[in-house]
């Protein structure tokens, strides 16, 4: 509190001593203006002028002063003051002179009018002129500190000779914390090259950046382009990437919620800078509608993409959020950071699995939410293919279990969170999730609640995805592992996934699959060795890179559509809508329960699953032999399958079961 006031008096100090300044200067300049008049002889200025400035000096004063205060010119940084700030010293001095005018007038008042024309010009020039010499002196105090700092500031590149680049650049000139110096700057605008900054001189477009570099003898780039494409920024990028210096950059402005342009703002280049991505177009008024004052449930809540959706269902101000996850320390760190962003919200933490049929009924039974969000599920597939009972336990018995409950307890809305692996699966990860999405679209054909699932590939930064496992390897000293040279991938980042799932979930109808557009597919080779390069380090000299191999079950690449499934467009360009592929509704359930008793008996259940799903590829190496399978049942009745299966049988009385 201490410091505060003294910061406080400070301010109103310096404020205190701008007005006296303006007082000054306004009065002087006046009298400067009519001595001007006259050819600077005093004695040669009639009387009555010198009357009427006289008079009129307490009125224009205060006039000037009023217009000063109501324009906020006293609460301008003038360590910072620009072309901006010295229009509005100008337009703040025409008016209040204009105004002060027109009351002398009407008082009798008169004057020359040259005298009008000089006092303005003169005023407004005085005042900017105090204000800029401030800037001026601060700025030479700031250099002349930092050349006789006895460690050597940091020889910086500036990317961008704009607005945003503008700010970087005096914020840094003028910062007590910043230590570096602006030694170039880069600008793909022909007419910027070869002219000077603000004094730093525009060498040349993005071509020039390696050469500059070293010329320089730069030690940290800064790109300041927040609004440039995807496309731009990653060649950009690439270019900074091989010179070895260290690299910061603005986020994009679509990330800059305020948007704020300010030295704080930067931070290092991270991959996703690397994904050509452009801006994600959210309605969120739309989404913001669609979640505020419900109850909603996200299973696996702790996870990557579970813990985004709660920070972002947070922001939307539901009504009530409910994290169900199995992991506690997840759950832990997502809880506390909600608690300690958003105090207000109506916050449940909950621990236990989808697996437990009981379990997860209690939670429906009492909370009874509006919207579920289901994210619970085993994702790793060489751990899949090694645990293939389990994955269905998981992901499909999970799945199952979560939807009945949704439908028996009045949920509107049940999202699934899928994955491209589901299309056309190679193994087992893949299959079950492509169960999943069966199970949602055929209990969508039975309750009230609407049932959707969306499908998109990977997401950058998950827990267990490629980029922490290349870090954690780069941070060992290498090498990196790949498992093929010419593997792809379709990338996204979570915050964007997440948006989109949102997005999809205020548009869902009912039954069906949204594909979220991933972009470009990337190589996870030049993933890699962009990764390696923004370490500031060199691939194969440095940090090696090996082929490992392909691991159980893993494709080249990635699809998002089977070929049965039509492609419908969305009012989002990046949302697209899986027409649902039809099937045997009778045999499926029948099939599933098949399944059911053989994953919790712990018997082989590949072949089941390929009955399940006709496009599943099963192993070079399947074989499998027959045995016993035991039945799951409730102890309070009918398992969720046999619940399913009756829904079937019914239908098939009506329709043969064909859909």
């Known amino acids: ?181 602006i030694r170039c700057a880069i600008d793909d605008d022909p007419r910027k090259q070869k002219q000077f900054f603000h004094g730093v001189k525009v060498v040349g477009g993005r071509e020039m950046i390696e050469e500059a570099a070293e010329a320089y003898d730069i030690d940290e780039i800064i790109i300041a382009i927040p609004s440039m494409s995807g496309q731009d920024r990653k060649e950009i990028i690439d270019h900074c990437s091989r010179t070895g210096c260290k690299m910061r950059t603005l986020p994009a402005i679509f990330q800059m919620v305020n948007g704020d342009v300010s030295v704080s703002r930067l931070r290092s280049v991270e991959i996703e800078d690397l994904l050509e991505r452009e801006p994600v177009d959210i309605r969120s008024e739309q989404v913001s509608g669609y979640v505020k004052d419900k109850v909603i449930l996200v299973t696996g809540g702790g996870g990557s993409i579970g813990s985004e959706l709660c920070r972002q269902i947070a922001c939307n101000q539901p009504k009530q959020l409910i994290i169900f996850d199995i992991y506690e320390n997840n759950a832990y760190d997502i809880q506390n950071e909600l608690r300690g962003e958003h105090p207000e919200l109506n916050l449940v933490v909950l621990i236990g699995s989808v697996r437990n049929t009981n379990r997860i009924e209690s939670v429906f039974a009492k909370y009874r939410p509006e919207i579920v969000y289901h994210a619970a599920a085993h994702k790793h597939v060489p751990l899949m293919e090694d645990s293939p009972n389990e994955a269905v336990k998981n992901n499909v018995l999970g799945t199952l279990k979560t939807a009945e409950m949704a439908d028996r307890y009045g949920t509107k809305k049940f999202v699934l969170i899928s994955t491209d692996k589901a299309v056309n699966p190679t193994n087992i990860m893949g299959a079950s999730k492509r169960i999943c999405e069966m199970i949602v679209q055929q209990m969508n054909l039975h309750s009230k609640t609407n049932y959707v699932a969306v499908r998109f590939g990977n997401v950058l930064g998950s827990n267990g995805s490629v980029i ?8 060992n000293g290498g090498p990196i592992t790949i498992t093929h040279p010419d593997i792809i991938r379709y990338f996204m980042t979570i915050p964007e996934a997440v948006s989109l799932v949102l997005q999809a979930g205020a548009n869902a109808k009912g039954g069906e699959i949204f594909v979220l557009d991933m972009g470009k597919p990337v190589k996870i080779m030049d993933l890699a060795i962009n990764l390696i390069r923004l370490s500031g380090l060199v691939p194969y000299e440095d940090i090696d890179i090996q082929i490992v191999g392909l691991r159980p079950g893993e494709k080249l690449y990635e699809e998002m559509l089977m070929a049965e499934e039509g492609l419908a467009e969305t009012a989002n360009q990046k949302i697209k809508i899986g027409k649902p592929i039809a099937i045997d509704q009778q045999k499926f359930w029948h099939d599933l329960h098949e399944l059911e008793k053989a994953a919790v008996s712990e018997q082989p259940i590949h072949g089941l699953m390929k009955q399940l799903v006709p496009e599943y590829v099963l192993p070079a190496n399947y074989q499998e032999s027959a045995g016993p399978a035991s039945v799951l049942r409730s102890a309070h009745g009918p398992t969720a399958v046999e619940t399913a299966m009756i829904w079937a049988e019914s239908a098939a009385s009506e329709d043969a079961g064909e859909y």
């Open 1 to 181: 509190m201490r410091l505060k006031r003294v910061k406080d008096l400070r301010k109103l100090m310096r404020i205190l001593y701008l007005i006296l300044i303006d007082i000054i200067l306004i009065n002087y300049m006046n009298l400067l203006a009519l001595m001007m008049r006259f050819d600077f002889l005093l004695s040669q200025v009639p009387r009555a002028y010198l009357v009427a400035l006289g008079k009129d000096a307490i009125l224009e004063t205060v006039v000037i002063l009023g217009v000063f205060f109501i324009m906020r010119i006293y609460q301008s940084l003038w360590q910072f003051a620009g072309t901006q700030e010295m229009l509005k010293i100008i337009w703040a001095v025409i008016v209040g002179k204009w105004l002060s005018t027109m009351i002398e007038l009407l008082m009798g008042n008169r004057m020359p009018i040259s005298y009008y024309v000089f006092s303005t010009i003169l005023v407004a020039v005085s005042i900017g002129a105090v204000r800029f010499s401030y800037r001026m002196i601060r700025s030479y105090h700031m250099y002349s500190k930092t050349k006789t700092r006895k460690d050597s500031p940091r020889n910086v590149m500036l990317i961008g000779a704009g607005a945003a680049g503008s700010i970087i650049l005096q914020e840094i000139k003028a910062s007590n914390e910043v230590h570096g110096i």
């Open 468 to 475: 922490p496992l290349f870090k954690k390897q780069i941070e």
